[in-house]
């Protein structure tokens, strides 16, 4: 049974910094690319940044230069770091694992607000 279980979510004030940890659990996790997403109220689920197999990161621009995602394959996680965060970054956050077939995690709630 696969499970991807997301952590670190929470009120953070505008400004301020998260970071949130998904472990996989029934893949073999460094064969597989890792993504972040996310989805506000009332929006489409929007990619974040992934994290390849190979280490490569890609960011969507929204966050590009405040998110950094790493990966720890001895430990089967994929962390979301990101700064400098804004009420517009407010949404579910979930953890996406890949490799032709594909799993999400439930989704852990992020609200930036003062």
Known sequence: Q???????????????????????????????????????????RELVGRITSNGDTSYWDSVKGRATISRDNAKNTVTLQMSSLKPEDTAVYYCHARSGDSYWGQGTQVTVSS
């Open 2 to 44: 696969v499970q991807l279980v997301e952590s670190g979510g929470g009120l953070v004030q505008p400004g301020g910094s998260l970071r949130l940890s998904c472990t996989a659990s029934g893949i073999i996790f460094r064969f597989y690319d890792m993504g972040w997403y996310r989805q506000a109220p009332g929006k489409q």
